[in-house]
């Protein structure tokens, strides 16, 4: 198993001027430690359980594009982007830019969005959950479509019309930026990621939760013909371990997970600067989860 780092604070002690050096020391801190990916959130405002709408929090894609210009190998992207953020052609412009700038390292994380209090608070429509769903289909349709050079043309879906799906430059990535998909919804959410996402991630409680998961994914996939084993797996670990006096109980922790085939357990610390636990968490981490099979 790989590491991945999930930036989620942006609370650092010197406040807003100093966030900007703590991002780049995060990202040299991420390559030397040979973390495999880096994220951050895409919410408008800091989640309630993670100090709420007062605390600071950055925008996800502005974010992303001074990561790539600080770094070189380290995969980059959104954990997850809210489809109801941003009209999907804008979001594909958005997520190409990305790739482009990275030269090939742009994932395009989405799911279908969560938290009403930032929507309201900016004014942003928030439809109803099923609705919700709808709409992540045809972004991911629209994507797809507009990463394809052969097909300019329009798109008309119940949501979304766009009379022209052009996309110059294109990606770097071939054939397109990776799209992974976030969450665990066994009838929608999962079946999406079957037919139509090159990874997942998954926030699973135990390794019983992540086995049954990935069971109704490999369902899905021989449902529309997807070859299962040639989508990523990524999960997040949510115990209380991810510190650097709780290393051996982290292990252990992960050691459970072994064999379900996950590429990247992703950490998140719980910290405003995340720069220092790279260093003395993450990077140990490295090394020893890649012993694990």
């Known amino acids: 198993m790989r590491v991945g780092v999930h930036i989620n604070r942006f609370n650092h002690s010197g406040g807003g001027p100093a966030i900007g050096a703590e991002l ?12 495999a990916w880096l994220s951050v959130m895409d919410h408008y405002f800091q989640m309630e359980f993670n100090g709420g709408a007062e605390d600071d929090m950055l925008e996800a894609y502005t974010t992303l594009g001074f990561l790539a210009g600080v770094t070189s ?5 959104a954990l ?9 052609g804008l979001l594909a412009k958005i997520a190409t830019t990305l790739d482009v700038v990275s030269g090939g390292r742009g994932t395009l994380g989405i799911g279908a969005a969560w938290y009403d209090r930032e929507h309201h608070g900016l004014g942003v429509p928030y439809p109803p959950l099923a609705e919700r769903f709808e709409r992540l289909e045809e972004t991911l349709r629209i994507c797809l479509q507009m990463w394809d050079p052969g097909n300019n043309g329009p798109f008309e879906g119940e949501h979304y019309r766009l009379a022209e799906t052009l996309c110059v430059p294109a990606p770097v990535s ?12 066994e009838k929608k959410t999962l079946r999406l990621v079957a037919q139509y996402a090159d990874a997942c ?11 049954h998961k990935l069971g109704v994914l490999r369902g899905h996939c021989d449902a529309v013909g997807r070859d ?20 051996d109980a982290f292990l252990h922790d992960m050691s459970g997970y072994a064999g379900f ?16 636990w790279i260093e003395r968490f993450a990077a140990p981490a490295v090394e020893r989860l890649a012993e694990l099979d």
């Open 261 to 276: 085939g996950i590429d990247t357990v992703i950490l998140g610390p719980r910290v405003g600067e995340p720069a220092g």
């Open 80 to 88: 997850v982007t809210g489809v109801t953020y941003r009209h999907p």
């Open 174 to 185: 071939s054939p397109h930026p990776e799209i992974m998909i976030g969450g665990t919804g």
């Open 228 to 247: 299962y084993d040639a989508i990523r797996k990524t999960t997040v670990y949510v115990g209380e371990a991810a510190t650097e006096e709780k290393l």
């Open 201 to 211: 991630n998954l926030i699973v409680a135990s390794p019983d939760e992540l086995r």
């Open 24 to 35: 780049a020391a995060a990202g040299a801190a991420a390559e030397a430690a040979g973390v």
């Open 73 to 77: 190998t380290v995969q980059l992207g």
